[in-house]
């Protein structure tokens, strides 16, 4: 019922996002269905949503009530185009979502999945609107066949949901509870990947310093780090990191594995110890400061980035100097700002907040600045030096020029080399002699020009 069907997929939020919705692909293709790049071509539209902050939430609703005026294909059989909405706001909002959007077919959830197929091929047959929601997961979802999105780089899961409960945040409602891989199982799909010619994996969780610690009871990152690291895989990155659970045996492999990046994504939040205990992130400015001191040391080239909620509940300006002043003195490289956005549910929603909006705005564009002159000065340090990149595609401005990431994490550009067709490098590494360190991107030549 799904063969040679055309789908769509708009996909929203955070890495664990962007998985799911590779593993949506593979378990739809291997029902026949065929994924096209636009709506218009698309017979079924699967929205692949986030509700961390209130503008994620907002483009749901305008994106699924526009595209019901996009007519069909016109050769499809169906009748009416399918849409399901399922990840995080699915999750969340269950039935009621089929209130508010009456062309909604299907929601499903976070835990659901592999139902979806079932799903749209009821909906196809019978035009019933259904809902597919589990509380929590049984166990780990590893075994859905999975289509990547670039054959050289792969998400790896090795945790769902989250256990902390930041008092901002919604994800550990709407993810459920912290739940890992085995051990075995993550070593396993590894090895697989490498065999497959992966060049860089990415191990996935919402805090991945705490993995295991549900199969294992204590934590056990370390060991399944190093793990991937033995695998000979050229580059190995994780995300995310809480700082509260950052050991020092993960710290010493930035120190001793080759191929774990340079890069470390470590989430501050806040630089106030007043603002940290509201957020209920369970760390001192001190503590943190502490890590990136160490972290340092093993590793002195190693580039940092971070997120950053301005506009907490009941933040005073001193706070905020203390979250500036942390800024300031880390020396990031990247810094993902993000106001601070009410979620119903969560603890810090019933905290008083009467903080001017223009107070707030004021803040974070003086922080916004702050980031960009950092990211500016870290740059500056690669400039003269050879770094492997790997190639990504063509840059969005011209077509000679490629794209790629370097080990710590720097967008770079490039010229294709003359006599070389980019599709020939494109998942491959190469050498970048870096000319010129702009804010967001690095540019160079690629060695031997
Ligand atoms: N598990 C990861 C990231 C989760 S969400 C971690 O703990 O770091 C990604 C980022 O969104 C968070 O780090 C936080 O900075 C931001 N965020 C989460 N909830 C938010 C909210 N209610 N308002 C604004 N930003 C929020
Ligand atoms: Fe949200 Fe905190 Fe869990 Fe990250 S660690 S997902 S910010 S509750
Ligand atoms: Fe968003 Fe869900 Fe990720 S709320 S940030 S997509 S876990």
Known sequence: MLANKTFYLFIYGCQMNEHDAERIVGLLETYGAM???????????????????????????????????????????????????????GQRDGLELLEKLDNVDVVFGTHTIDQLPGLLIKAASDHSRSVSLLEESAGFASDLPSHRKHTWAAWLPITTGCDNFCTYCIVPYVRGREKSRTLEDVLDE??????????????????????????????????????????GVDRVRFATSHPKDLTDEVIALFGTEANLMPYLHLPA??????????????????????LVR???????????????????????????????????????????TFIYSKREGTPAAEM??????????????????????????????FVGRWLDVLVEGPSKRDPRVFTGHSPHN????????????????VGTMVQVRIDEAKTWYLTGEVVGE
């Open 269 to 290: 939040q806040s630089g106030s110890n007043r603002i940290l205990r509201e957020m209920n992130r369970r760390y001192t400015r001190e503590a943190y400061l502490d």
């Open 294 to 336: 160490k972290v340092r040391q093993a590793n002195p080239d190693i580039s940092l980035s971070t997120d950053i909620i301005v506009g907490f509940p009941g933040e005073t300006e001193e706070d905020f100097q203390q979250t500036y002043n942390l800024v300031k003195e880390v020396g990031y490289s990247q810094v993902f």
């Open 352 to 381: 008083p907040d009467d903080t001017p909006r223009e107070v707030i705005q004021d803040r974070f564009d003086r922080l916004v600045a702050l980031v960009q002159e950092n990211a500016y000065q870290q740059n500056q340090r």
């Open 35 to 89: 994924r096209v790049d636009s709506v218009e071509a698309a017979e079924i539209v699967v929205f692949v949503t986030c509700c961390v902050r209130e503008a994620a939430d907002i483009r749901l609703m305008g994106q699924a009530a526009s595209i019901k005026n996009i007519p069909l294909p016109a050769d499809s059989t169906l009748n009416k185009r399918i849409v399901a909405v399922g990840g995080c706001i």
């Open 190 to 231: 590894a090895s697989l990947l490498v065999s497959e010619g992966v060049k860089e994996i990415t191990l996935l969780g919402q805090n991945v310093n705490s993995y295991g610690r549900d199969l294992y009871g204590s934590p056990q990152f370390a060991k399944v780090l190093k793990g991937v690291c033995d695998t």
């Open 410 to 425: 720097v967008t770079v550009h490039a010229k294709v080399p003359s006599g070389v067709a980019l599709e020939d490098i």
